[in-house]
């Protein structure tokens, strides 16, 4: 699968499709809208890859065991390389597991929520109690009238509680993917974080030296010094970035463009 705007903005020719696709609980349905047959090259190495365009995809493409047995890609892992076409190719293998942002909320059973109405899922078991989370609603799922809005909650007892805002009764179908939790930081965690980069602060208590000059901190004196030097060795340490003769790439090593990816969902107020 490919994400459909990546496939756009790459222009591939998209086909029409009569494929389908759907979540890992097999009922959630994914928009498809095409297919492409394209030949990608990485260095001297060839790859055809045949996907479904997906309105709603999560990453840019998602290349599974067909795709792996079609171009002859073989996984080793306990020598963490690939073997691609015959070429093995070593990887660097992540030892610790990487820390988790957020993660999936979907229903523990089949029940219908009455406007407001709580339904109750259960937390994963590395989730501490007390712990702010970021609530997202999922977009994907099959029901037509958003039910639940962007919301900051906790976790209570090992359950999340999410409420129906809307005014009608809602249908909820057992592992129906429901939202996305992220973990949330206080401005105090990111001002801790900040000052145990331990850069010596400029001279000045409210500019900056070199290219960040420009930049006035705390005009009002609402920081403390603490918050106020977290600011100045943020400045200190990206002072390129506010150069005023900034270079430009030139698309030597190839076509690099920078894009935001914006969800249809509005963070939470």
Known sequence: MIRHSLAINLGMDIKPTSHTASQADGKTKLKACGEIHVTLTQADISFSLQAVCMQDLDCDILAGVPFMRE??????????????????????????????KSFLLRANCKEVL??????????????????????????????????????????????????????????????QHIAQAYYTSSPEDLVANAAVLNINPP??????????????????????????RAFHDLHARYAMVFQKSIGMYNDRSGKLRATINMGPVEPPA
């Open 71 to 100: 171009n002859n890609i073989v996984l080793d892992l306990p020598k963490d390389r690939l073997i691609v076409q015959g070429k093995p190719i070593t990887y660097e293998s992540r030892k610790k597991a990487s820390s988790i």
């Open 114 to 175: 009455y406007p407001g109405d709580y339904l109750e899922i259960q937390a994963p078991t590395s989730l501490k109690d007390d712990v702010s989370l970021a609530v997202e609603p999922r977009t994907d799922g099959p029901l037509p009238e958003p039910w639940l809005c962007p919301d900051i909650t906790k976790c209570v007892d090992g359950i999340i509680r999410l409420v129906n805002s809307s005014n009608s009764p809602v249908a909820i179908q057992r592992n």
């Open 203 to 228: 001279s000045s208590n409210t500019k900056c030296d070199s290219g960040s000059s420009t930049i006035v901190v705390d005009p009002n004196q609402q920081l403390s010094t603490t918050e106020q």
